[in-house]
């Protein structure tokens, strides 16, 4: 894995190969934390200036709206390598508006240029869960038949 930006003067130097095929990020790009909110970045600088980028903080992940859980895996996979403590509601589990569904421990500086994508992940892939679910709840007993973009 690449070594994750840590400052915004780093996002200043990046450029997009504009022979670029396709728009989307890479895994190499979502690896680095290229895909943040800058203000991530910029609350990293501060906490490293200010000598507190190591103090444990936690970070709780909640919905807006009940729904069903997915995303777990990529998530686990993005901060395999971090110094962290990580929970989750297992995947497929229904939640409720406002329950926690991830929760973080760790220094802010292993995770915090991650959050954009990770909330871009569960909510995606927690989006499509609960669409499905909500689709074979309507069907009852019949068939569900899934034709991808249609």
Request: proline residues 2%; charged residues 30%; contains cysteine.
């Amino acid at each position: 894995m690449n070594k994750p930006i840590s400052s915004v003067k780093e996002t200043e130097n990046y450029s997009i190969n504009s022979n670029r095929k396709f728009f989307s990020a890479t895994h190499e790009e979502i690896e680095k934390g290229l895909t943040t909110d800058i203000y991530f970045v910029r609350a990293q600088e501060i906490l490293r200036y200010l000598r507190l980028d190591s103090t444990i903080v936690t970070a709780e992940i909640f919905p807006r709206e009940e729904g069903v859980f997915a995303g777990t895996q990529e998530v686990y996979n993005l901060l395999e390598d971090k110094k962290i403590k990580l929970w989750s509601l297992e995947e497929g589990e229904k939640f409720e508006l406002k329950d926690t569904v991830v929760r973080i421990e760790g220094p802010y500086s292993e995770f915090g240029v991650f959050e954009t994508v990770i909330l871009g992940i569960l909510a995606s892939s927690s989006a499509w869960a609960t669409a499905a679910r909500k689709c074979k709840d309507a069907a009852g007993a019949k068939k569900v038949v899934c034709f991808g973009s249609r």
